[in-house]
């Protein structure tokens, strides 16, 4: 019934649209993965362990770096790690990325939508992706004056999502974030938010119910105009 009442919503309601970015909007996934492997390899920790946090990566694709690199130090490594040393490996894996995710081919209709509909819908972004690095990447792309608002990491998505909410009085029964992971999926769920599915690859037994969409050009038709 909840997936179906959702469908209905989205027929006829939308007013606001949230994006995630990579894999959503940017076919820029696989170099989040490339990026993790190089600047954990460079360290010269085994294959193992880097394969270990890269399968924890692929799984957990809506998570902040901040908490996968978090992770790899305190649960495969069983180590500790400062604040200041995770700052420092975080800007690291920045500089590693960016340039690529900021070239990285769209995902196919996103562009298009976003230039065709942001004065329709109030149009949003909320990634994993470190806020400064993809306020940064939006700007080079040319596509940071289509949004109200670029929202990323070390604020997780489900506090990001409650505050375009609150701050610009958004109904989220109106309100549709489209995401391409498990986590997208909860942070919206969390705060009451509809969700579309953006296969990227991701598509577990956790998105069996959901509406899935192979790219941005079907994203229309989950929307009444």
Request: aromatic share 12%.
């Amino acid at each position: 019934m909840q997936a179906s009442r959702r469908r209905l919503i989205i027929s006829f309601s939308v007013i606001s649209i949230i994006f995630d970015f990579d894999g959503v909007l940017v076919e820029s996934n696989h170099i989040r993965t490339e990026g993790f492997r190089k600047l954990l390899k460079v360290r010269h920790f085994s294959d193992k362990q880097v394969e270990q946090l890269v399968l924890f990566h692929e799984t957990n694709g809506g998570l902040s770096r901040y908490y996968k690199l978090k992770y790899f130090y305190e649960k495969i490594l069983n180590k500790d790690i400062d604040e200041v040393n995770l700052v420092n490996l975080c800007n690291e894996f920045s500089n590693i990325v960016k340039k690529d995710v900021a070239k990285a081919c769209w995902v196919k209709g996103a562009k298009e939508f976003v230039i065709d509909n942001y004065q329709e819908y109030k149009l949003f972004v909320v990634s994993g992706s470190d806020q400064d690095e993809l306020r940064e990447i939006c700007k080079i792309r040319k596509i940071d004056k289509y949004f109200k608002k670029i929202l990323g990491s070390p604020v997780d998505k489900r506090a990001n999502i409650n505050y375009l909410l609150t701050k610009y009085d958004l109904s989220p029964e109106y309100t549709l974030f489209v995401g391409d992971s498990i986590n997208d999926f909860e942070a919206a769920q969390s705060v009451d938010v509809n969700f579309v599915t953006r296969d990227s690859g991701n598509c577990g037994e956790w998105a069996k119910d959901l509406i899935i969409i192979k790219d941005l050009t079907q994203l229309a038709n989950c929307l009444d105009k």
